[in-house]
């Protein structure tokens, strides 16, 4: 079984600040890891995932996140958020099994970004 | 565009009746497709996997007589939820895997039960 920790349910921070979403994982099996962001009343877009190769992966709309396998973790990081930024953000994870994965997702962070 | 097409978005419906929500893959055939279900302010939670061709698989906990799935075709799946009441209501939201190992996930039904 896996399961997805976002330690932070709610982060407000200023616009243009640095901000840092916190995502631990935890499964006895070998993972792939996902970022997505949910604005109010839409479905879920794909932010960037880890499958395999380098430990830093880039995403959309400047977001970049650190896979650390000794520490279970792939926090989510922007140097310089935007108003526009404001959302609900989910770290989830799937396994390797077979071709129609399923995800496990995290309860979210709801990133505030005030002016 | 949208690559994956959840219809209707929000519907209010009167306890004791049944709601079909739609979710249609543009861009890929699908042989299968994800239902979650998201509470407010929590995570989405998979409620069952809508195989084309044959029976859905249901997560444990998920009364699958109460949330009918119909894959019909490479590109449509269904869910009914029959006799709602309010503790359905919720926000209804399907994905799409794609060969990329990711997902395209619809834009979300929210649905309120009165």
């Known amino acids: 079984a896996q399961s997805v920790t976002q330690l932070d349910s709610q982060v407000p921070v200023f616009e243009e600040a640095p901000v840092e979403l916190r995502c631990n994982y935890s499964?006895?099996?070998?993972?792939?890891l996902f970022w997505y962001v949910q604005y109010p009343n839409q479905g879920l877009q794909l932010l960037l995932k880890?499958?395999?190769?380098?430990?830093l992966v880039k995403g959309i709309n400047g977001f970049e996140a650190e896979f650390n396998k000794s520490q279970t973790s792939f926090h989510l990081r922007k140097p310089s958020v935007h108003i526009s930024d404001t959302a609900e953000y989910f770290c989830?994870?799937?396994?390797?099994?077979?071709?129609?994965?399923?995800?496990?997702f995290g309860k979210g962070t709801l990133l505030t970004v005030n002016p | 565009g949208a690559v994956v097409s959840q219809h209707p978005s929000w519907v209010i419906c009167k306890s004791g009746t049944s709601v079909k929500i739609e979710c249609r893959s543009l861009?890929?055939?699908?042989?299968?497709m994800f239902w979650y279900r998201q509470f407010p302010k929590q995570s989405l939670m998979l409620m069952a996997t809508s195989n084309e061709g044959s029976k859905a698989t249901y997560e444990q906990g998920v009364e699958k007589d109460k949330f009918l799935i119909n894959h019909a075709s490479l590109t449509l799946s269904t869910l009914t939820v029959t006799s709602a009441h309010p503790e359905d209501s919720s926000f209804y939201i399907c994905s799409v895997p794609t060969g990329s190992i990711s997902a395209f996930f619809g834009q979300g039904t929210r649905l309120t039960v009165v």
């Open positions: 499964s006895s099996v070998s993972v792939y």
């Open positions: 989830a994870v799937s396994d390797f099994g077979g071709s129609n994965y399923k995800l496990t």
């Open positions: 861009d890929f055939q699908a042989t299968t």
């Open positions: 880890y499958l395999s190769g380098s430990t």
